[in-house]
């Protein structure tokens, strides 16, 4: 799984990159009172890994909350595979009750 996420993730990454090569023109890029020209390229790469960053962050909570359930279940794991000595307070199995011979 983790070998077809990164194909997948490599594919993709060099798909934008021909893309944005191919799309090296300059552009003016407008927002409020602001202006700036820049390359294509550039606006298209830096978009790419914010959104990877984004992705990333996103995802953040629910790494977190795996990592502590798996602490959390290791723990009882131990717990349960740890030998507990008998409760003295336990009612005692009756003792054996077949005749034994008279030797």
Excluded: C, H, Y
Aim: net charge positive; aromatic share 6%; no cysteine.
């Amino acid at each position: 799984m983790r070998q077809t996420a990164l194909i997948a993730f490599l594919l993709l990454a060099t798909g934008v990159a021909v893309f944005a090569v191919q799309n090296a023109g300059p552009v003016t890029i407008r927002f409020g009172f602001w202006s700036l020209e820049m390359s294509l390229v550039v606006i298209i790469l830096v978009a790419a890994a914010v959104g990877a960053v984004m992705a990333s962050l996103l995802s953040l909570p629910g790494w977190f909350r795996d990592r502590r359930r798996l602490r959390q279940q290791a723990r009882e794991l131990d717990a349960l595979r740890t030998p507990r000595p008998p409760d003295p307070l336990a009612p005692k199995s009756p003792p054996d009750a077949t005749p034994r011979p008279l030797a």
